[in-house]
């Protein structure tokens, strides 16, 4: 499985959802035979989606491709179903191919800029991020994208000026949606890397308000807990991760 926070926001799995299906929106399939056509194939990939079960969307998505090799529907609903299964070969191959028959589809930069973040292509990562956000400002998902492979580019690198601008890219996310408990959790791991605990604390307990499963948030909150000298206040948020998930060998080792 992918690491959580290479994971697409709910949210913009929603909004993905509804652009997919609107591609094939008004068309109905004639009859309940055996499909033959690439809409009917990206149709029937679409509705498997819509019901996350994304290993038939695949079957159906490579189905529209055999018919239509060049659609970018198919290759970029196809690219953002290998991602979220955590093929990020695959995905990078196959996003790659949909950003240069569509140059101006803002879903296939930033789910390729994830995929490539996922692999440790952070340069990549960060072109096909503010492309995304160069097509439209106002998607979130291209400066979620951004943010992370700046993050990630950051504690790599130890770079002072890509963690100044993920902390921005983290703000304008949540400027947007206020209760995205990612992007709470994410900046409080950039406040940190910055030296601003107090910052990541505040940042850290937002995220767990905000999705009280979020685990390592909460192993986030604990340790700056117990870096600030509160051990009671850590031995509770670590209490709770060992409770939903007694397998933590890293909540037990901080307690």
């Not at 096909?128 to 950051?154: P, T, Y």
């Not at 890219?169 to 709470?184: G, N, P």
């Amino acid at each position: 499985m992918p690491q959580s926070w290479l994971l697409l926001n709910n949210k913009d799995m929603v909004r993905i959802r509804a652009a997919c299906l609107a591609v094939c929106a008004g068309v109905i399939l004639a009859g309940c035979g055996e499909f033959k056509s690439a809409t009917e194939y990206l149709i029937a990939g679409n509705e498997a989606f819509k019901r996350s079960d994304y290993k038939q969307a695949e079957i159906e998505y490579r189905n529209a491709l055999r018919l239509e090799p060049e659609s970018s529907t198919a290759l970029n609903n196809l690219g953002v179903i290998l991602n979220e299964l955590g093929r990020s070969d695959d995905a990078i191959a196959i996003l790659s191919r949909a950003t240069k028959i569509d140059p101006k589809n803002v879903i296939a930069h930033y789910t390729l800029s994830q995929a490539q973040t996922k692999k440790g292509l952070y340069e990549e990562a960060i072109v096909n991020a503010r492309r995304a956000i160069d097509l439209s400002n106002d998607e979130l998902g291209g400066h979620r994208a951004l943010a992370l492979a700046l993050l990630m580019k950051a504690k790599r690198d130890n770079n002072p000026e890509d963690l100044k601008t993920a902390i921005a890219e983290f703000h304008t996310i949540l400027q947007s949606e206020s209760d995205d408990d990612a992007a709470h959790h994410h900046l409080a791991e950039a406040l940190e890397l910055s030296g601003d605990d107090a910052g990541a604390l505040a940042e850290g307990k937002k995220a767990v308000q905000d999705n009280p499963d979020n685990l390592v948030a909460r192993k986030l909150v604990a340790r700056l807990l117990i870096d600030s000298g509160d051990k009671d206040g850590a031995a509770a948020e670590l209490k709770i991760v060992i409770q939903k998930d007694p397998s933590d060998a890293e909540a037990r080792k901080l307690q």
